[in-house]
């Protein structure tokens, strides 16, 4: 369909620890505490992240996170991804899982 994805899936806890401090701030609370929907953008607690489990995927398409709906990438994930299992997570469209959180 000449749509062109490309991402990242599985993340070892110290990669989500990692991002949790550039996404959410430095501190043990900003870390282990601070809602997810609060973080920019939006990173999981460690040890909640369906990363971590090897059961998402944020995806992009030419290089940058889908992060329209309109895309034509994203279009194209609505359409097609859960043929492959792969459900959105509704307040991040680049975030794809085998459960849509």
């Known amino acids: 369909d000449g749509i062109v994805l490309s991402g990242s899936g599985y993340r070892s806890t110290t990669r989500q620890i990692e991002l949790r401090r550039v996404h959410c701030g430095p501190s043990d609370w900003d870390i282990w505490y601070r809602p997810a929907s609060t973080c920019s953008p939006p990173t999981a607690v ?4 369906l990363h971590e489990k090897g059961r998402a995927i944020d995806f992009t398409s030419g290089g940058r996170a889908i992060t329209s709906r309109s895309s ?4 194209w994930l609505a359409d097609h991804a859960a043929t492959y299992g792969f459900f959105n997570l509704p307040s991040e469209p680049w975030h794809w899982s085998t459960t849509g959180h």
């Open 46 to 49: 460690p040890g909640r992240s």
């Open 72 to 75: 034509a990438a994203f279009r």
